[in-house]
């Protein structure tokens, strides 16, 4: 059975270094999203991306984020300059033409 | 905008007892619900959904849930628990008539499940 993959499972940084967290979708799925869990907290939105180009992203999502689809399979989120409070796992997810999102095993981020 | 609403951070029933989790969204367009499980370690994994067809919507692992518009409800049911449904189960509502919308997820809800 398909299913999104995650690299790395566990990552840590030090403060202001930048880190790029990897995500394989589901082959033929078009919508992709980032999602994160701060430890003991609920799974926030980050960023949707669909068509090459984000179509939503939050408040957290500011200017230190970036996503990209490089080369047609790989989903990348880019922390430009970590901070402590980034610390968290980070979830990937993708959709196909249903409505259900999968979700990765997450990369857990040790921002130290 | 949707938000999601788990009553109880913490449930706990003995093997064979009937599960319920409770899941009250808002939601400005017509909702589309799912729960997921999160099991220590690892990934969400989707449970069921509800997309505007059946009310009362079967998953996996003999779970189910029942839409219930008038009390904004998506409550998660088993008859019987089993040590295996321990884990984290989170209720999520999308806006989702437009093809793809984020999740909004609640708080979660950790079920226990003793001998």
């Known amino acids: 059975e398909p299913e999104v993959t995650q690299t790395p499972s566990h990552q840590v940084t030090q403060m202001g270094q930048e880190v790029i967290l990897r995500c394989v979708p589901i082959?033929?799925?078009?919508?992709f999203y980032w999602y994160r869990q701060i430890l003991g907290q609920k799974v926030e939105f980050l960023v949707s991306?669909?068509?090459?180009?984000?179509?939503?992203k939050s408040e957290i999502f500011d200017d230190q984020f970036s996503v990209e689809r490089p080369d047609g399979s790989n989903f990348t989120l880019k922390i430009r300059s970590t901070k402590l409070e980034d610390s968290a796992m980070y979830f990937c997810?993708?959709?196909?033409?249903?409505?259900?999102?999968?979700f990765g095993p997450g990369t857990r981020l040790t921002v130290t | 905008a949707q938000s999601v609403t788990q009553l109880g951070s913490h449930v706990s029933v003995s093997e064979g007892a009937l599960v319920l989790l409770r899941c009250n969204y808002s939601?400005?367009?017509?909702?589309?619900l799912f729960w997921y499980v999160q099991y220590p370690n690892q990934g969400l994994q989707l449970l069921l959904k509800?997309?505007?067809?059946?009310?009362l919507v079967k998953g996996i692992n003999g779970f189910e849930a029942e839409f219930k518009k008038s009390e904004t409800s998506f409550h998660l049911t088993k008859p019987s628990a089993h040590m295996s449904d321990a884990a984290e189960y989170f209720c999520?509502?999308?806006?989702?008539?437009?093809?793809?919308?984020?999740?909004?997820f609640g708080t979660g809800t950790r079920l226990l499940v003793s001998p």
């Open positions: 997810a993708s959709q196909g033409q249903g409505y259900e999102q999968y």
């Open positions: 082959s033929n799925h078009l919508y």
């Open positions: 991306f669909y068509n090459n180009e984000i179509s939503e």
């Open positions: 939601s400005s367009v017509p909702p589309y």
């Open positions: 509800y997309t505007s067809a059946a009310t």
């Open positions: 999520a509502v999308s806006g989702g008539n437009t093809g793809f919308q984020k999740l909004v």
